[in-house]
């Protein structure tokens, strides 16, 4: 009690019993666990109430499963930090300008600086040079460092593929994109430059006699027509109509088609005809014309009914159905025949 506290004498108390207040206020150090309306607890237990007035000792809750949320996840005895919450200002330095990186001093501090200028920093390895400015070293690309399917006949230059370019026995089927090898791209090339088994050799591809017939194995006559383009060759809309004629000039067959358009059709597809005058005027090759379906570029090839064709008969390309909303633009078509 301090010296405003008032002291009640009883004749029994020396220097009476003082008095505290109403709202305690001047009782200091003196309500302990005596004072309180319980029995004392085990050592480390809290308080709780039960809600209607009645206080005890109880253990301390086991919160170590509760969820934690905010800048971290999982529970208080398993806190992990969020993603993508750990920034600039989460970390102990100042904020640094736009593009610098962070450095320590090697005693425990952090903070930006600009980026150091590498472009004039030595390489080596399979290249040689500086950052800035490296080069390929001879002899490092081969087998294992060329993908598969990496080489496309796009990515040559033609006629640059000579045999002292090669590797004896460098070359394998895995390492090149299937069709893209094309005599465009090959100068010359020694036998000792193969490796494997070549396959059978196509009578089509090579001029080939016949054992049996001694005669010349039919060969490629493909014929090329062009349709929606513009003199200086650009892409216009296709319209209904002929584009191209032309007298065959040896006999021989129809085979099939292929074709593409620069600017897809939308609405109904492009149909397009390949008719034939043999002498009583003209008429379709096909039972089920060619297409080039509304959203696709590439072309639906046709069913041909008459295959073949003889020295002056003549060959016209027609665009029969345009695409009724975009009409579509820039066909280009190749009919594949054999002589």
Request: proline fraction near 4%; charge should be negative.
């Given at each position: 009690?301090?010296?405003?506290?008032?002291?009640?004498?009883?004749?029994?108390?020396?220097?009476?019993?003082?008095?505290?207040?109403?709202?305690l206020?001047?009782?200091?150090?003196?309500?302990?666990?005596?004072?309180?309306?319980?029995s004392e607890?085990g050592?480390?237990?809290?308080?709780?109430?039960?809600?209607?007035?009645?206080?005890?000792?109880?253990?301390?809750?086991?919160?170590?499963?509760?969820?934690?949320?905010?800048?971290?996840?999982g529970?208080?005895?398993?806190?992990?930090?969020?993603e993508?919450?750990?920034g600039v200002?989460?970390?102990?330095?100042?904020?640094g300008q736009?593009g610098q990186?962070?450095?320590?001093?090697?005693?425990g501090?952090?903070?930006?600086?600009?980026?150091?200028?590498?472009?004039?920093?030595?390489?080596?390895?399979d290249i040689?040079?500086?950052?800035?400015?490296?080069?390929?070293?001879?002899?490092?690309?081969?087998?294992?460092?060329i993908d598969?399917?990496?080489?496309?006949?796009l990515?040559?230059?033609?006629a640059?593929?000579?045999?002292?370019?090669?590797?004896?026995?460098?070359?394998?089927?895995?390492?090149?994109?299937?069709?893209n090898?094309?005599?465009?791209?090959?100068?010359?090339m020694?036998?000792?430059?193969?490796?494997?088994?070549?396959p059978?050799?196509?009578?089509?591809?090579v001029l080939?006699?016949?054992?049996?017939?001694?005669?010349?194995a039919?060969?490629?006559?493909?014929?090329?027509?062009?349709?929606?383009?513009?003199?200086?060759?650009?892409?216009v809309?296709?319209?209904?109509?002929?584009?191209?004629?032309?007298?065959?000039?040896?006999s021989?067959?129809?085979e099939?088609?292929?074709?593409?358009?620069?600017?897809?059709?939308?609405?109904?597809?492009?149909?397009?005809?390949?008719?034939?005058?043999?002498?009583?005027?003209?008429?379709?090759?096909?039972?089920?014309?060619?297409q080039?379906?509304?959203?696709?570029?590439?072309?639906?090839?046709?069913?041909?009914?008459?295959?073949?064709?003889?020295?002056?008969?003549?060959?016209?390309?027609?665009?029969?159905q345009i695409?009724?909303?975009?009409?579509?633009?820039?066909v280009?078509?190749?009919?594949?025949?054999?002589v």
């Open positions: 009690m301090d010296k405003e506290t008032v002291v009640v004498h009883n004749d029994v108390q020396p220097g009476g019993y003082p008095l505290a207040r109403e709202d206020s001047n009782v200091i150090d003196k309500v302990g666990v005596t004072q309180l309306n319980l607890g050592a480390g237990m809290v308080l709780q109430t039960n809600g209607a007035g009645v206080i005890s000792f109880t253990n301390q809750p086991d919160i170590s499963l509760a969820v934690v949320g905010g800048d971290v996840t529970t208080v005895g398993n806190i992990s930090l969020g993508n919450t750990v200002y989460e970390l102990k330095l100042s904020e736009n990186i962070l450095q320590t001093d090697g005693a501090t952090i903070s930006f600086t600009n980026q150091p200028d590498i472009s004039a920093s030595a390489v080596g390895g040689s040079g500086t950052v800035g400015n490296a080069q390929i070293v001879a002899d490092a690309v081969g087998p294992t460092e598969t399917d990496g080489v496309e006949a990515n040559i230059r033609d640059n593929v000579t045999e002292h370019k090669l590797a004896t026995d460098s070359v394998t089927t895995i390492k090149i994109k299937d069709i090898v094309t005599d465009d791209k090959i100068l010359s020694n036998a000792d430059k193969l490796t494997g088994q070549l059978q050799i196509d009578g089509f591809r080939n006699i016949d054992p049996t017939s001694h005669t010349h039919p060969k490629p006559y493909d014929i090329s027509f062009l349709a929606g383009y513009d003199i200086e060759t650009l892409p809309d296709v319209i209904e109509q002929a584009y191209g004629e032309m007298v065959m000039a040896r021989g067959t129809f099939g088609d292929v074709g593409y358009i620069d600017t897809q059709c939308s609405g109904t597809p492009v149909i397009v005809d390949v008719l034939i005058d043999t002498g009583g005027g003209f008429s379709s090759i096909y039972s089920t014309r060619p080039f379906p509304v959203g696709t570029s590439s072309m639906t090839s046709g069913t041909i009914s008459t295959t073949d064709f003889a020295s002056g008969n003549r060959v016209r390309f027609s665009v029969t695409g009724n909303a975009t009409a579509g633009a820039g280009r078509f190749m009919l594949k025949c054999k």
